[in-house]
């Protein structure tokens, strides 16, 4: 199983519309399946101390780590950059995936990124403290990442990403597979 992580809460994003389309060309290359997480399903959940031990984790995070995380073998995260690296939103729920099956969640997982940014640089920065992270969870990570710059303009009114852009996206979700 792969899961997709669009790695932002925030409502109508450029990283959503990135993480759909790599969600459904998975859809069409892989014989695997393949699931959406939007981070947008854990604006709910309850923040305090008790929630990084075992018996006090949210619900909510309960049954996304059981369904959606611990069953897949790769992760795809699309991740926009927030003051020069990734949201904080990513990091929470990260963090709270680390309360329960720790070794199950993370080690020997395999992760891709894909970074989406309004500058040029695509979140570079934020891919690699992402990678830093995930590597100390002993997650193995794609070593060829995947920057989309100036996202706004390779997505038009309508949602659709411009055809270069897509050509790009498609051969490193290739590449993922076979990762």
């Given at each position: 199983?792969?899961?997709?992580?669009?790695g932002?809460?925030?409502q109508d994003?450029n990283t959503a519309?990135?993480?759909a389309?790599?969600?459904?060309?998975?859809?069409q290359?892989?014989?695997?399946?393949?699931h959406l997480?939007s981070?947008d399903?854990?604006?709910?959940?309850?923040?305090?101390?008790?929630?990084?031990?075992?018996?006090?984790q949210?619900?909510?995070i309960s049954?996304?780590?059981?369904?959606?995380?611990?069953?897949?073998?790769?992760?795809?995260?699309?991740?926009?950059?927030y003051n020069?690296?990734?949201?904080g939103?990513?990091?929470?729920f990260i963090?709270?995936?680390?309360?329960?099956?720790?070794?199950?969640?993370?080690?020997?997982?395999?992760?891709a990124l894909?970074?989406?940014?309004?500058?040029?640089?695509?979140?570079?920065?934020?891919?690699?403290?992402?990678?830093?992270?995930l590597n100390?969870l002993?997650v193995?990570v794609?070593?060829?990442?995947?920057p989309?710059?100036?996202?706004?303009?390779?997505i038009d009114?309508?949602g659709?990403?411009?055809?270069?852009t897509?050509?790009v996206?498609?051969?490193?979700?290739?590449d993922?597979?076979?990762f």
């Amino acid at each position: 199983m792969i899961t997709v992580i669009s790695g932002t809460n925030r409502q109508d994003s450029n990283t959503a519309v990135i993480a759909a389309f790599c969600t459904d060309y998975l859809r069409q290359i892989s014989v695997e399946k393949v699931h959406l997480l939007s981070l947008d399903a854990i604006n709910g959940i309850s923040i305090h101390e008790s929630m990084y031990d075992n018996g006090g984790q949210d619900p909510i995070i309960s049954t996304i780590q059981d369904e959606m995380i611990t069953p897949a073998h790769k992760w795809l995260i699309i991740s926009p950059e927030y003051n020069g690296s990734f949201p904080g939103i990513l990091k929470l729920f990260i963090d709270a995936l680390s309360a329960r099956n720790y070794k199950a969640t993370f080690a020997g997982k395999k992760a891709a990124l894909l970074g989406v940014a309004s500058g040029r640089a695509g979140n570079l920065r934020g891919m690699e403290h992402l990678t830093g992270l995930l590597n100390y969870l002993k997650v193995v990570v794609m070593p060829e990442k995947l920057p989309v710059s100036t996202v706004e303009k390779v997505i038009d009114k309508q949602g659709n990403i411009e055809g270069e852009t897509q050509t790009v996206i498609k051969t490193f979700l290739d590449d993922f597979l076979q990762f």
